[in-house]
């Protein structure tokens, strides 16, 4: 399974989904899925465009939880 730590990463700057969306331009929709941790699938565009306003790496946004399910 792969976990994704948005929610963390956001509470962290104390952002709202709608300040992410704002400041990256990405679909509100988008950042809603994957801090909800309910989204199936991901342009790798989104996720450097994640990476670069964190200011974070990948293995800080995702990580691998081996032997879990969703």
Request: hydrophobic share 35%.
């Amino acid at each position: 399974m792969i976990k994704c730590h948005l929610s963390r990463l956001m509470g962290e700057r104390k952002l709202k989904i709608s300040d992410v969306a704002r400041d990256t331009g990405l679909h509100r929709n988008t950042i809603t899925l994957l801090y909800q941790e309910t989204a199936t699938r991901i342009d790798l565009d989104a996720i450097d465009t994640l990476c670069r306003y964190f200011k974070v790496g990948v293995p800080d946004l995702f990580e691998y939880v081996e032997g879990s399910e969703n």
